[in-house]
């Protein structure tokens, strides 16, 4: 149980381009979903903190704007990353709680993008 | 704003021998977790500690949460070569006012040579 998808696992676009990643749960309702970025081996960066029905909650140096964030249902949530710059490149995580009480948080398989 | 460190960076072990890593926060965490990412994956999470001097243990792994709530280890006994991968420490500053949003440590990233 409590598997987390993430849609595409690979995206090479052009800079000034928009990206959008799919980030689902498969088997669990997700009140809130987490997008992090991670850089070659480093660690993750808390990008945003996504709640179901309401607007994300960004950390501080995350341009809303840039990294537009929707949470529509209790299963998906998505990153659309806006005019992306090759500075955007990275591996965008997702994770979510099942919102039973636990605090472990389920990660998706990641999307790799690229920008050229 | 908080920062969670972990040493070593980088560990290399023949296999057989044990193998620690330690997480160290600058404030005060309500809870700490461990997860681990093989190369290429996603983290996957381990453990939770919530109480100030938990000690859990998982097999081979023996995980410690410090008595101050600042620091935590993970131990791994006789090391295999299905334990390569990168160890994370993280958890939430008891000063967020919320127990969901982790600040993840740097990462002791685990070579174990057969």
């Known amino acids: 149980g409590a598997v987390v998808s993430q849609h595409p696992s690979r995206v090479i676009c052009k800079s000034g381009t928009s990206v959008k990643i799919e980030c689902r749960s498969l088997d669990f309702q997700a009140t809130t979903m987490f997008w992090y970025r991670q850089f070659p081996k480093q660690s993750l960066m808390l990008m945003a903190t996504s709640n179901e029905g309401s607007k994300a909650t960004y950390e501080q140096g995350v341009e809303k704007d840039k990294f537009l964030i929707n949470h529509a249902s209790l299963t998906l949530s998505t990153l659309t990353v806006t005019s992306a710059h090759p500075e955007d490149s990275s591996f965008y995580i997702c994770?979510?709680?099942?919102?039973?009480?636990?605090?472990?948080?389920?990660f998706g398989p990641g999307t790799r993008l690229t920008v050229t | 704003g908080q920062q969670v460190m972990q040493i070593p960076q980088y560990q290399h072990v023949q296999e057989g021998e044990d193998f620690t890593t330690y997480c160290n926060s600058s404030?005060?965490?309500?809870?700490i977790q461990w997860y681990k990412q093989r190369p290429g994956g996603h983290p996957v999470f381990l453990i939770q500690l919530v109480k100030s001097g938990e000690v859990k243990k998982q097999k081979r792994l023996t995980f410690q949460f410090g008595e101050a709530k600042k620091n935590s280890s993970l131990h791994i006994t006789a090391t295999q070569t299905t334990d390569v991968g990168t160890y994370f420490c993280?958890?939430?500053?008891?000063?967020?006012?919320?127990?969901?949003?982790?600040?993840f440590g740097s990462g002791t990233q685990l070579t174990v040579l057969p």
């Open positions: 994770s979510a709680l099942t919102g039973t009480g636990s605090y472990e948080q389920y």
């Open positions: 404030t005060t965490l309500s809870n």
């Open positions: 993280a958890g939430p500053p008891i000063s967020s006012g919320s127990a969901r949003q982790l600040t």
